[in-house]
């Protein structure tokens, strides 16, 4: 029986996608072109994001590498998911380097997370 439906099914389906494109193709109805003018340019990581020293004291630097400017969103939460600092920077192609300073936080695990639209990067830091 699994053999038959592995056989017949490819062929159903073949049949009805090509009763849908030609009923498609007889009708009015206009899709939308692509070009290249509708992209948004967004950053993409040419590899990870490092932060070093990690575990740090007191501050700690950002690299990342990105293919073209853009702004970029961060977050550091806890371990238990509580957001603890957030901000924002601009990017620009190449290699973009960030120091912050978090001398108010309580020694332990926190993630950094990388939001650039629906792209997201998390790296795990320890303050020590």
């Known amino acids: 029986m699994k053999k038959l439906i592995h056989i017949i099914l490819p062929f159903i389906f073949l049949f009805v996608f ?13 899709f939308p072109s692509f070009n290249n003018e509708n992209v948004v340019n967004k950053p993409l990581f040419k590899g990870n994001a490092k932060v070093y020293p990690n575990p740090f004291v007191s501050e700690f630097t950002l690299v990342i590498e990105a293919t073209s400017t853009a702004k970029i969103k961060l977050q550091m939460h806890n371990v238990i998911g509580k957001n603890i600092w957030s901000g924002e ?8 380097k960030y120091t912050y300073t ?7 695990i926190y993630y950094l997370t990388i939001i650039n639209g629906d792209i997201r990067k998390s790296q795990k830091v320890i303050k020590k």
Do not use: K, M, P, R
Request: aromatic share 8%; charged share 15%; net charge negative.
């Open 18 to 30: 090509n009763g849908l494109t030609n009923a498609y193709a007889d009708s009015n109805i206009s």
């Open 89 to 96: 920077e601009t990017v620009q192609a190449g290699t973009n």
């Open 102 to 108: 978090f001398d108010n936080i309580e020694n332990g």
